[in-house]
């Protein structure tokens, strides 16, 4: 069987898919609900598809959350 290489994403990479910012991701790494996977060569935070689909969710509870307080 052949092992499936890990996507890894970029900060700048992650922000652009997800419409969010850098800001906001280092926000969540603060917190502690979305930690980087591994940090490449230059020190740089990366991601993988796991992490993609939590700050997707993150982005969904978030939202959830405005929607309710406008009621």
Do not use: A, W
């Not at 052949?2 to 850098?22: A, N, Q, W």
């Not at 020190?43 to 689909?53: I, M, P, S």
């Not at 978030?62 to 406008?70: D, P, V």
């Amino acid at each position: 069987m052949g092992r499936k290489s890990k996507t890894y994403y970029t900060m700048g990479s992650l922000t652009i898919l997800t419409s969010t910012t850098v800001c906001g991701l280092d926000f969540y790494d603060h917190k502690g609900l979305l930690k980087p996977s591994r940090y490449n060569e230059q020190g740089h935070r990366t991601y993988t598809d796991e992490d993609l689909l939590r700050l997707q969710q993150i982005l969904s509870f978030k939202k959830t959350r405005i929607n309710e307080r406008k009621y």
